[in-house]
């Protein structure tokens, strides 16, 4: 369990494989302090056990699940990525609950400037986009934000400035892929309706 509340940017140094399983090795020394082998981390949103900690690196294995599920595959040596260790007991949950479990990848619409800050719209698959209400929380490549703002294509978020600056956030581009990740509670709940309504 995550809290969508990043602690690390971090780089991936090498990604080895391809469709069959790709080998990620990352450097976060801040992150890596804290954590041992078998401990899930959130990168990108995406939750990864740790087969490797050495040397203020991490090191982790996506399968074709993973890879079909999120945008892990398509990041390149010296991309960064966010990074977050699971949640400990008594920590505080400063974001939402966050699971890791990528729903679907959206794409960015576009990344306006608003005041201070900017505003993100990203287009959604309909599937997830049905489980995403105004002001209701939404984890966007891990970090968890507010819908500002729904569409029939998409939703909108504001990203304030620590946001832009401690997160991949800052750095998006209309076309990027983002993983997207509903508020587990649309999903229990919508689960719910429909066996009922069965």
Same mark, same amino acid.
């Given at each position: 369990m995550f809290? #969508?509340? &990043?602690?690390?940017? *971090?780089? /991936?140094? $090498?990604?080895?494989?391809?469709?069959? =399983?790709? !080998? @990620?090795?990352?450097?976060?020394?801040?992150?890596?302090?804290?954590?041992q082998?078998?401990?899930?981390?959130?990168?990108?949103?995406?939750c990864?056990t740790?087969?490797?900690?050495?040397?203020g690196?991490?090191?982790?294995?996506?399968v074709?699940?993973?890879?079909?599920?999120?945008?892990?595959?398509?990041?390149?040596?010296?991309?960064?990525?966010?990074?977050?260790?699971?949640?400990?007991?008594?920590?505080?949950?400063?974001?939402?609950?966050?699971? #890791?479990? &990528?729903?679907?990848? *959206?794409? /960015?619409? $576009?990344?306006?400037?608003?005041?201070m =800050?900017? !505003? @993100?719209w990203?287009?959604?698959?309909?599937?997830?986009?049905?489980l995403?209400?105004?002001?209701?929380?939404?984890?966007?490549?891990?970090?968890?934000?507010?819908?500002?703002?729904l569409d029939?294509?998409?939703?909108?978020?504001?990203?304030?400035?620590?946001?832009?600056?401690?997160?991949t956030?800052?750095?998006?581009?209309?076309?990027?892929?983002?993983?997207?990740?509903?508020?587990?509670?649309?999903?229990?709940?919508?689960?719910?309706?429909?066996?009922?309504?069965?």
């Open positions: 809290t #969508g509340i &990043v602690r690390e940017l *971090g780089r /991936v140094l $090498s990604h080895e494989g391809g469709e069959g =399983g790709v !080998r @990620l090795r990352i450097e976060a020394p801040a992150s890596a302090a804290g954590l082998v078998g401990d899930s981390v959130a990168v990108n949103g995406c990864l740790a087969t490797a900690v050495e040397d690196c991490l090191a982790f294995e996506a074709p699940e993973t890879l079909r599920r999120t945008s892990l595959g398509r990041l390149g040596e010296g991309a960064r990525v966010n990074v977050e260790a699971a949640l400990r007991a008594g920590e505080p949950l400063g974001g939402h609950y966050v699971q #890791g479990h &990528v729903d679907a990848v *959206g794409s /960015v619409r $576009s990344v306006l400037p608003e005041g =800050g900017k !505003r @993100l990203v287009d959604v698959p309909p599937e997830v986009l049905r995403c209400v105004e002001k209701g929380s939404l984890a966007v490549e891990g970090v968890s934000l507010t819908v500002a703002a029939e294509r998409g939703l909108s978020v504001a990203l304030i400035p620590h946001t832009l600056a401690g997160t956030l800052g750095a998006l581009q209309p076309g990027d892929a983002v993983n997207l990740e509903a508020d587990v509670l649309a999903k229990y709940v919508e689960r719910l309706l429909e066996s009922r309504a069965s």
